[in-house]
C-alpha cells in the first residue's frame, strides 16, 4: 500500500514530474543499439546537410520516426508492452480459466501483469530480432557503413538492448501513474504521436514554402484540423450514464462510453481493405461503414463484454434506477450500441480524411495521416484523461482528509464505481483515481487502471469489505 499526502502544490509537482520522465524517454532515443559506428553515422549525416541541405532538426526526425529509428536502442518503442496488454486481454476472453485468475483472485493484477511482461518479451525479441536484419542489410549498402561488427554477436545484442530498452520504458510508465499525472503508457506512446505531428505540419509549411500548396489549400487543411478536433473531442467526452443504487440505497453511475474499444476497430478495418483497392463511390463507402460498425461491435463483445458488468451488478445487489421494464442487460447493451454507434462515426471520418485531404490540398500522405488511428485523436483522447485526474487532485485538496492510501485497482471504471458505492454505503469515503489510455487501449488491461482511494484510518475495515466482495463475486459470477 502507498500512503499519498496532498498539498497545494502537489499537482504542479506531478506535472514537472512527468514532464521530466518524458524527457529523459525521448533522450534514450539517441543511444545506439551497440555495435553503431556513431562517427560514421554523423559524418554520414553531414555529408547529407551539404549535399541536400537541412539541418539537424532533420536528424532528430529521422532518430525519432523515420528510417534511422532503428538505430536506437528504443526502436520498437513501448508498442510491444500496448501489444502484449491487448493479447493477454483477449486470451482472458478466450480462456475462462484465466479470465477468474485476472479478474476473481486477490493476486490477478500482479498475475496479469506477469503474463504481460512476458509476451512484452516475446513481441519485443521478435520486432528487435527484424529490425536488427534491417540494420544489416543498410549496411551493405555504399558509403552507410555503421556497424563495428554484424551476424549472430551483433543480432543477439541488439535483441538484448532493445528488450531491455522497452523494459526500461514500462518502468518509466508505472512512475508516471505512482508519482506523475495520466495514464504512464499512454502518455510516453503520446510522446511519439505528438513527435509525428510535429513533423507532419512541419513538413506541411515547407510544402507551402515551394508553393507545393496554394493558400486556399493551407486553409482547407487548418479547417479540416479544427473541425476533427471539434468532432472528436465531442465524442471522446460522450458518455451514456446508467443510474444504480447498491443495497445500502447509496447511488451511482455506470458510464458507457465510445472510446471504449479505442482505435482498434479502424486499424482492424483498415487492415481488410488493404488487399483491395477502395474506390470513392456509394458502394465502397457503404462497405467501409458496416465494416467498421461490424468490427466496433464484435470487439466490444469481445473486450467490453457487457454481459460481464450484469454479472458483476448482479453478484452485488445493485439495482438499476431507470424505468424497470427493461433489465440491466438491457440497459447496457442499448448504451452500448449507442456508443459503437458514435465511435464509428468519428472511425469513418478517420479512414477517409487521410485519403481525401491530398487530393484536395496536395499535402503528403504522411501529413494527412495525423487524421489517421495512431494520430490527433490519440492526443485528444491523452487530454480527457489528464483532464479526469486534474479534476481528481483537486477534489482532494478540498477534503478534510489528508492522508489516504490505495486500496484497490480495478481494470475497469464499472468495477470500480461499484466498489466505492459499496464502501460509501457503509460509511468509508472512497475516490476514484481514473487512468485510462482513452483511443489507445480498451478497458481491462494491466496498463488500464481505476485506483480507489479511501482515508488511512478505514483502511482496514475497506480491505475487509472488499474481500467480502471478491468471494460473493466468485461465488455468484455465471
Not at 288 to 294: K, M
Not at 432 to 443: C, E
Not at 453 to 473: F, G, M, Q, S
Amino acid at each position: 500500500m502507498t500512503k499519498i499526502v496532498y498539498k497545494d502544490e502537489n499537482l504542479w509537482m506531478r506535472v514537472l514530474i512527468t514532464l521530466a520522465i518524458v524527457f529523459c524517454a525521448r533522450m534514450l532515443y539517441f543511444f545506439p543499439v551497440p555495435g553503431v559506428d556513431l562517427k560514421a553515422l554523423f559524418g554520414l549525416y553531414q555529408r547529407h546537410i551539404h549535399t541536400q541541405g537541412g539541418g539537424w532538426l532533420d536528424l532528430i526526425q529521422l532518430l525519432h520516426v523515420g528510417r534511422l529509428r532503428n538505430i536506437s536502442i528504443c526502436a520498437l518503442g513501448i508498442m510491444p508492452f500496448i501489444n502484449a496488454c491487448i493479447i493477454v486481454q483477449i486470451i482472458g476472453f478466450l480462456v475462462p480459466g484465466v479470465n477468474r485468475v485476472f479478474f476473481h483472485e486477490r493476486n490477478g493484477r500482479q498475475q496479469m501483469m506477469f503474463m504481460t511482461l512476458a509476451v512484452t518479451i516475446i513481441i519485443g525479441a521478435m520486432h528487435a530480432y527484424g529490425s536488427s536484419l534491417d540494420l544489416e542489410l543498410m549496411d551493405k549498402f555504399p558509403r552507410f557503413q555503421i556497424l563495428y561488427f554484424t551476424g549472430i554477436p551483433f543480432r543477439i545484442a541488439a535483441v538484448c538492448s532493445m528488450i531491455a530498452a522497452v523494459l526500461l520504458l514500462v518502468v518509466l510508465a508505472e512512475a508516471i501513474n505512482q508519482f506523475g499525472i495520466g495514464n504512464g503508457v499512454g502518455v510516453l506512446f503520446i510522446s511519439e504521436a505528438l513527435m509525428r505531428l510535429f513533423f507532419a505540419v512541419d513538413q506541411v509549411t515547407v510544402f507551402y514554402e515551394r508553393n507545393l500548396v496554394q493558400i486556399q489549400q493551407l486553409m482547407l487543411v487548418i479547417g479540416v484540423l479544427f473541425a476533427f478536433v471539434y468532432f472528436a473531442r465531442f465524442v471522446t467526452r460522450f458518455r451514456e450514464e446508467i443510474k444504480f443504487s447498491t443495497p445500502e440505497n447509496e447511488i451511482f453511475f455506470i458510464s458507457v462510453k465510445p472510446f471504449w474499444t479505442g482505435v482498434w476497430p479502424l486499424i482492424l478495418a483498415e487492415i481488410a481493405f488493404s488487399f483491395t483497392t477502395v474506390s470513392l463511390n456509394l458502394v465502397s463507402f457503404a462497405a467501409v461503414c458496416l465494416t467498421v460498425i461490424f468490427f466496433s461491435l464484435l470487439y466490444v463483445k469481445i473486450i467490453y463484454q457487457p454481459r460481464r458488468f450484469y454479472e458483476l451488478l448482479l453478484s452485488h445487489h445493485c439495482r438499476v434506477c431507470e424505468p424497470q421494464e427493461k433489465s440491466i442487460e438491457d440497459h447496457l447493451n442499448q448504451a452500448v450500441v449507442r456508443g459503437v454507434v458514435l465511435s464509428s462515426m468519428l472511425f469513418i471520418t478517420m479512414y477517409y480524411v487521410p485519403v481525401l485531404l491530398p487530393l484536395l490540398s496536395n499535402v503528403s500522405f504522411m501529413s494527412a495521416g495525423i487524421f489517421g488511428a495512431f494520430g490527433i485523436i490519440l492526443p485528444i483522447g491523452l487530454y480527457y484523461d489528464i483532464a479526469r485526474q486534474v479534476k481528481f487532485y483537486k477534489k482532494l485538496s478540498i477534503l478534510p482528509v489528508k492522508k489516504w492510501r490505495l486500496l484497490n485497482i480495478a481494470q475497469e471504471e464499472a468495477e470500480a464505481e461499484v466498489k466505492k458505492a459499496c464502501l460509501r454505503g457503509h460509511g468509508i469515503l472512497t475516490e476514484i483515481r481514473p487512468s485510462h489510455f482513452s483511443w489507445g487501449l480498451p478497458v481491462r488491461t494491466v496498463a488500464s487502471g481505476y485506483a480507489l482511494y479511501v482515508p488511512i484510518d478505514n483502511i482496514t475495515e475497506a480491505i475487509h469489505i472488499l474481500e467480502e466482495l471478491r468471494t460473493t463475486w466468485r461465488e455468484k459470477a455465471l
